[in-house]
């Protein structure tokens, strides 16, 4: 969802009017209207004009018409479900966006008549950002209303890249969410059909895994009362946005397992800090899955160790813990059987599934890995610059070692 940096939540933001409004062009349309009678399609045409430019709604005669076409539909309701619909104004939403908005939601038949009733009443600098409950049994003046009103209070929700399923729940538990977040990951870990069926790019996750991989970050605003469905939807629906089919697609070309190609892609996420890098960590992996080598990767190996630890730790003490905290010795981790296959010190292959949500650059990266220069090993040169030293050979790997100071 939009939002803005130099305005507030409770700001006004929807302003109807503009600088589109051509003088000569209202000047002849006056002169038009006071001249001769007007038919059907002039009528149409200003119109038009008006919808496409709101200020003209502010010429008398222009404002006649208007009126005259929209009808019935100034003063009837959208429709006669009395459910509320929960609606909300972004900071930063343009009047187009709020009056289509409640076309959309069912609210009025034409949400051109929001844009009218707004201008010839003199409240087109009052509509607030924010949310509001309304009903589709309501007039479009008792919207306009309540529009005008102080909205019901949301929460922001700012997830970063990279989290992984219980990242994200226990950062859920520390917001004033009345919602059961337990029940949001218990959703997220075990998908309904009818979540499975409304995502297309769903249709890549393997029968009774969880939505690891797939619940999109970004920042936006939600209802105190959020259900746990609406949540993991949110969260879905930023995926598609910043992903979509494209990736899947590509895979598919290439005759390419998409979910794999997702949890390497979660796997640089946690390796890389240096966009440029990406392309060739994937290759890394790649080359070592083409040799059939162990990948030993400490993030997949922690992924698996947090998970156990999780386990035995109480849900509401999860907003506690430390995620991906660095292991010792990663490659001696004894993890439990349903878990074993994220030991990558241990077994060659790829690892059962994604171990977070990886950025479009990762899975890009994971779709073209640079596996030109053969590397087979990397590590972390520790010295602020977040870059790794690549290695072709062990012998390499354990001079970068010594240089770097893991080894005397």
């Given amino acids: 969802m939009a939002r803005s940096n ?9 302003r109807f009017g503009g600088l ?29 004009l008006a ?6 709604l502010r010429v008398g005669p222009v404002s006649q018409i208007v009126r005259d076409h929209l009808g019935s539909d100034l003063t009837a309701p959208g429709g006669t479900n009395p459910a509320v619909v929960h609606f909300l104004v972004p900071l930063g939403a343009t009047a187009a966006d709020v009056a289509g908005s409640l076309q959309r939601e069912g609210l009025v038949r034409d949400g051109f008549v929001i844009t009218y009733l707004a201008i010839t009443e003199g409240l087109s600098g009052q509509i607030e950002a924010g949310a509001y409950d309304l009903n589709q049994t309501m007039t479009p003046q ?46 997220a870990l075990h998908p309904t059909p009818a979540i499975l069926s409304a995502y297309p790019f769903l249709s890549t996750l393997p029968a009774g895994r969880s939505l690891e991989g797939f619940l999109g970050a970004g ?3 939600v209802y105190q009362d959020v259900t746990p469905e609406q949540m993991v939807r949110d969260l879905l629906n930023l995926w598609q946005s910043e992903i979509g089919m494209g990736p899947i697609q590509q895979a598919q070309k290439e005759g390419r397992n998409f979910y794999q190609v997702l949890s390497l892609a979660s796997l640089v996420e946690q390796e890389a800090r240096v966009p440029s890098e990406r392309p060739l960590i994937a290759g890394v992996y790649a080359n070592r899955l083409i040799r059939k080598m162990a ?37 001696s981790v004894k993890l439990p059987s349903d878990l074993q296959g994220y030991q990558t010190y241990a077994q060659p292959g790829m690892f059962p599934g994604p171990i977070c949500t990886p950025t479009l650059a990762s899975i890009q990266a994971a779709l073209q890995p640079d596996t030109a220069p053969g590397y087979l090993y990397f590590l972390a040169k520790n010295d602020g610059s977040y870059t790794h030293a690549f290695a072709r ?14 080894i005397r």
């Fill in 6 to 14: 130099d305005r507030r939540r409770g700001t006004t933001v929807a």
């Fill in 20 to 48: 589109l409004v051509i003088l000569a062009l209202a000047a002849a349309l006056l002169w038009l209207l006071s001249s001769i009678t007007i038919g059907p399609a002039v009528n149409g045409a200003v119109f038009s």
């Fill in 142 to 187: 008792a919207i306009l209303a309540r529009l005008q009103q102080a909205p019901v209070p949301t929460v922001t929700v700012a997830l970063r890249e990279g989290l992984r399923l219980e990242q994200i729940s226990a950062y859920l538990e520390t917001l004033p969410l009345k919602m059961d977040v337990h029940a949001f990951y218990e959703l």
């Fill in 219 to 221: 920042t936006f605003d």
């Fill in 295 to 331: 990948l030993d990767a400490d993030p997949t190996v922690i992924y698996g160790y947090d998970t156990a630890q999780l386990r035995k730790t109480p849900f509401d003490e999860w907003k506690n813990y430390v995620f991906w905290d660095a292991l010792a010795n990663p490659g």
């Fill in 51 to 56: 919808e496409s430019n709101p200020s003209l």
């Fill in 393 to 406: 050979t062990y012998a390499e790997q354990l001079a970068n070692m010594r240089k770097y100071g893991y």
